[in-house]
């Protein structure tokens, strides 16, 4: 039984470029969460996906922006990158309404 | 947004202690409190979770206490071992996830 999966594991971009980041959840889960893990600082919620929707999102701004796809793997891609935006970046799945949360290895992203 | 504020940031105990750490939030209602223990570069690991209709939760070592009126709620940890050292982080499901700043916990052997 195959946990959540993210790539890649770590990532160098430089300021104004664009990144996508990819998860593919837990087998049997449909919904998909990312985070934004600073160092020192606990996750902090970007957006959730389900059934190819955004359901939820946090306090981002629209550089921020993601994807679900049928086989409910998704995709969280940044623009116009900022050094602040250098952090862990996390996904979460779960089932249904999404309360039980399964976290990825995450995405280690450095803007330069 | 929603506050979830943690405490204490760090803790050291001695092996065998017991280790305590508090969480409180402020307006909004969560029915659903989850704990996560993030080891040095890992992934945060779901450790133990409470919904809103039960006050206590315990499994094995680990329990977890709410107290929904006061709006603050707990994890303990008995008989800590050297294992358990490791980054704790609170969360609420505030129709969307807060997490707190989290807990460096250190048992030394």
């Known amino acids: 039984d195959a946990g959540v999966t993210q790539s890649p594991t770590h990532l160098i971009k430089t300021r104004g470029q664009q990144v996508t980041l990819r998860c593919s959840p837990k087998?049997?889960?449909?919904?998909v969460s990312w985070y934004q893990q600073a160092l020192g600082q606990g996750p902090q919620f970007i957006f959730q996906?389900?059934?190819?929707?955004?359901?939820q999102r946090g306090n981002f701004p629209d550089r921020f922006s993601g994807h679900q796809f049928p086989n409910y793997s998704s995709e969280l891609n940044v623009n116009a990158l900022l050094l602040g935006d250098s952090a862990l970046y996390l996904c979460?799945?779960?089932f249904g309404d999404g309360e039980t949360q399964y976290f990825g290895p995450g995405t280690r992203l450095l803007v330069l | 947004g929603e506050n979830v504020e943690q405490h204490p940031s760090t803790l050291s105990v001695q092996e065998g202690d017991s280790a305590v750490i508090k969480c409180t939030y402020s307006?909004?209602?969560?029915?659903?409190f989850p704990w996560y223990k993030q080891e040095l570069g890992k992934r945060p690991q779901l450790i133990i979770d409470?919904?809103?209709?039960?006050g206590e939760k315990k499994d094995q070592r680990i329990a977890v206490t709410l107290n929904k009126t006061a709006k603050h709620f707990s994890l303990h940890i008995t008989e800590t071992q050297p294992e358990d050292s490791a980054v704790y982080f609170c969360?609420?499901?505030?129709?969307?996830?807060?997490f707190g700043s989290g807990t460096k916990l250190n048992v030394k052997p």
């Open positions: 979460a799945s779960s």
């Open positions: 087998s049997g889960h449909d919904t």
């Open positions: 996906y389900y059934e190819e929707e955004e359901r």
């Open positions: 307006d909004s209602a969560s029915n659903y």
């Open positions: 409470i919904r809103s209709n039960v």
């Open positions: 969360a609420g499901n505030f129709n969307k996830f807060y």
